[in-house]
Nanobody, 123 residues
Framework: QVHLVESGGRLVQAGESLRLSCAAS??????MGWFRRAPGKEREFVSA????????LYADSVKGRFFISRDNVNNIMFLQMDELTPEDTAVYYCAARRYTNIVVSDPSLYLYWGQGTQVTVSS
């Protein structure tokens, strides 16, 4: 059982940057991703990364503004978020796949999930 803990969420103003972290309790060896859920909306894919960072996937809404990375020595994944807008306000979740290193946007294909961290962007 892999435990994931997100951190770094807070209140920021539009145009500012924020970096989220996701600490894993152990080495996953698999693809991991970020998702978010805005108030009143469905959970949506944000970004995903392979174990060796050779492949990254981004939602169109964040492409060019967000950057996903990971530190496999310390079992931490990051999401650098720049040029934030109020539309980015959501609870952000990190997730990990099991047994596979393929990046996908379907949340049902991720087995392990964190509890989430709140990001609020004021206008």
């Amino acid at each position: 059982q892999v435990h994931l803990v997100e951190s770094g969420g807070r209140l920021v103003q539009a145009g500012e940057s924020l970096r989220l972290s996701c600490a894993a309790s152990e080495r996953t060896g698999t693809a991991m991703g970020w998702f978010r859920r805005a108030p009143g909306k469905e959970r949506e894919f944000v970004s995903a990364i392979t174990w060796n960072s050779s492949n990254r996937l981004y939602a169109d809404s964040v492409k060019g503004r967000f950057f996903i990375s990971r530190d496999n020595v310390n079992n931490i994944m990051f999401l650098q978020m720049d040029e934030l807008t109020p539309e980015d306000t959501a609870v952000y979740y990190c997730a990990a796949r099991r047994y596979t290193n393929i990046v996908v946007s379907d949340p049902s294909l991720y087995l392990y999930w964190g509890q989430g961290t709140q990001v609020t962007v004021s206008s």
